[in-house]
């Protein structure tokens, strides 16, 4: 079910002016022949930076060619990749657009539409967890093999999805600019959406910045705020650190004391985290 492999090199292994010349043909084709990605995660393109894509494309055409899905001949192609190239595209006048010709399933065009985003333009935080969770819900993909294909670590696809747990009302202040993910992120540690929607209306009403969000929170969860002075951290305890992070891919703090005893926090943001790490922990169950 789970096609391993392959899209984890990134774009420079299918598109030309990259690392390798990519399989499959190079067209020209009409705009008007080329749908939409249906799985195009990126919802909202700032419109000042197409217009500066569209003056560049008037003045040099289209310098990376479209990735588009179809029969050779077809009245019709579907886009895989290059939602922005195809838009300036319009803006600028054009009739016709070069383009890459290969087969590619439903999970592959969300795939190399996801890859494109992360790597060129920068997916917000809820188009990609929305994104991520698509791969994982309908191709059946886990955390990690989402982290493979997309080049990221895995805490990074778990702590983004976690975003898609907030309340419709924190999700769309997200989307809008009215908070920023690190907002948000603070949030997540209030349990009830009551909480969380509360404690957005203070962060909009009065400016809150992120540390100041994060206060507030633990003072309603009754948690001491962190330390404002910095850890020090010994070079051997840190290398150790570093060690663990590697093997368990989340962050871990040694605390050892001078006479030699001490103890090992290791740190999980979900329930699928801790299954991960008490299989890695105990390897013979």
Not at 52 to 81: C, D, K, W
Not at 170 to 188: C, D, P, Q, Y
């Amino acid at each position: 079910m789970t096609k391993k492999g392959g899209l984890g090199r990134g774009l420079g292994a299918i598109i030309p002016g990259e690392s390798r010349v990519p399989t499959g043909d190079l067209i020209y084709i009409p705009i008007d022949q080329i749908l939409p990605n249906p799985r195009q995660p990126r919802l909202d393109m700032d419109d000042k930076s197409l217009m500066e894509l569209a003056e560049s494309i008037r003045e040099h055409g289209v310098l990376q060619p479209l990735i588009v899905t179809g029969e050779p001949g077809a009245s019709n192609y579907t886009l895989i990749a290059g939602e922005r190239r195809l838009r300036a595209s319009r803006l600028a006048g054009l009739d016709q657009v070069p383009a890459i010709l290969r087969p590619a399933g439903d999970q592959e065009r969300l795939e190399l539409a996801l890859i494109e985003n992360i790597q060129r333009a920068d997916l917000s935080p809820l188009e990609a967890a929305e994104a991520y969770q698509i791969l994982m819900d309908e191709f059946g993909l886990r955390h990690e093999d989402v982290a493979a294909r997309v080049g990221k670590s895995r805490s990074t696809i778990t702590n983004t999805t976690r975003l898609l747990d907030l309340p419709d009302e924190v999700k769309t202040a997200l989307r809008k600019g009215l908070i920023s993910e690190g907002h948000a992120r603070a949030l997540l540690s209030l349990k009830s959406a009551e909480a969380q929607i509360s404690v957005l209306n203070l962060i909009i009403d009065q400016g809150f910045s992120v540390r100041q969000t994060e206060a507030i929170v633990n003072a309603r969860l009754g948690t001491r705020p962190e330390r404002t002075k910095p850890r020090e951290v010994q070079p051997e305890v840190q290398a150790l650190e570093d060690r663990l992070l590697g093997y368990l891919g989340t962050k871990v703090r040694l605390n050892r004391s001078q006479r030699g005893s001490g103890s090992v926090v290791i740190y999980y943001f979900s329930d699928e985290e801790l299954n991960d790490l008490m299989q890695k922990i105990i390897k013979d169950e």
